[in-house]
């Protein structure tokens, strides 16, 4: 089946660094990459969607020059957490589906925990 | 707005043991139903859907109905195995994919 590849899994950083996640897809072409945010004991929380070669779409709330997302090819989206500060701390995860897909056929990263000192 | 409430966990059952999380939902129009599965150390993987009132999705002996009237897509397994401990999450696909908080279930031998 196909599969969503996540990087790294786990990272610290001290705060007012910024800190790069990988999304990659490995046997598909991800037209749409969305990224999520969950805290613990809470439901995956929509962030962005990503469109290769387009600008993202961010929901509201969501500060768009902190969580800055990439999405230039089609098969690797990235998210980078700007000047990271420890109420940034979360588990992050993609997903990502090919053109005209319906959410049956979306794919999922394994997540990245993040850790802001 | 779109919403799902799942069941709190954790769950922690015997094998063999009856398997019941219960999901609900609120939502505009009909939306298809999901309940996805993260074994550890995993993405989020599809587990069954249902896209109608009144479908029932099975999958690995998981079973979950579409009510309507109820508006409800609760989970459940006959008889639970020590491989089923993951976390699921119950989700919604309406103008967007919403989801649960997860439902972390631990089956002992």
């Known amino acids: 089946g196909a599969v969503v590849s996540q990087h790294p899994s786990w990272v610290i950083c001290k705060s007012g660094t910024s800190v790069k996640i990988e999304c990659r897809s490995l046997d598909f072409q991800a037209t749409t990459m969305f990224w999520y945010r969950q805290f613990p004991k809470q439901s995956l929380m929509l962030m962005a969607t990503s469109n290769e070669g387009s600008k993202a779409t961010y929901e509201q709330g969501v500060e768009k020059d902190k969580f800055l997302i990439n999405h230039a090819s089609l098969t690797l989206s990235t998210l980078t957490v700007t000047s990271a500060h420890p109420e940034d701390s979360s588990f992050y995860i993609c997903?990502?589906?090919?053109?005209?897909?319906?959410?049956?056929?979306?794919?999922f990263g394994s997540g990245t925990q993040l850790s802001v000192l | 707005g779109d919403s799902v409430t799942q069941m709190e966990g954790p769950v922690t059952l015997s094998e063999e043991a009856f398997l019941t999380i219960n999901c609900t939902y609120t939502a505009t129009g009909y939306p298809s139903l999901f309940w996805y599965v993260q074994y550890p150390g995993e993405g989020l993987q599809l587990l069954l859907k249902a896209t109608k009132a009144d479908d029932k999705g099975s999958n690995k002996g998981f079973e979950a109905t579409y009510r309507k009237e109820t508006t409800s897509f609760h989970l459940e397994k006959g008889s639970v195995q020590v491989s089923d401990s993951a976390v699921y999450f119950c989700a919604l696909s309406g103008s967007r994919l919403t989801f649960g908080e997860g439902t972390q279930l631990t089956v002992n031998p």
């Open positions: 997903s990502a589906r090919e053109s005209g897909e319906t959410n049956e056929k979306l794919f």
